[in-house]
C-alpha cells in the first residue's frame, strides 16, 4: 500500500517547537492513533517531548490509541498542560 500524509494540528508548546501550527507525517493507510503519533515523534523530532505527554484529537474528539485515522480526518496534537 502506498503511505498517505496526514495533518497534525499543533498548538501551543507543540507549535512552537515545531514553528508552525501544523505538521504532515507519513504513516501507512488504515494506521491507528499509536502509530500516527509513533511517526509524529519520529519524524519530527523537535516535537517529540512535547508529543510523549500528549494526547491526540479526531474530529474534535480525544480518543485512545487504537483508534483508525482516515485520511479527512482532523487530527490535532493537544499537550498536557499542568498548573493549579
Known amino acids: 500500500m502506498t503511505p498517505i500524509d496526514t495533518e497534525i494540528l499543533l498548538f501551543g508548546p507543540a507549535a512552537t517547537a ?29 516535537v517529540e517531548p512535547i508529543a510523549r505527554g500528549g494526547r491526540l484529537a479526531v474530529n474534535g474528539a480525544y480518543v485512545d490509541d487504537s483508534t483508525i485515522v482516515r485520511t479527512q480526518d482532523e487530527v490535532a496534537l493537544v499537550a498536557l498542560v499542568s498548573g493549579g
Open 18 to 46: 515545531a514553528g508552525e501550527g501544523s505538521v504532515r507525517v507519513r504513516v501507512e493507510p488504515g494506521s491507528d492513533c499509536a502509530a500516527v503519533l509513533l511517526a509524529l515523534c519520529l519524524q519530527h523530532p523537535k
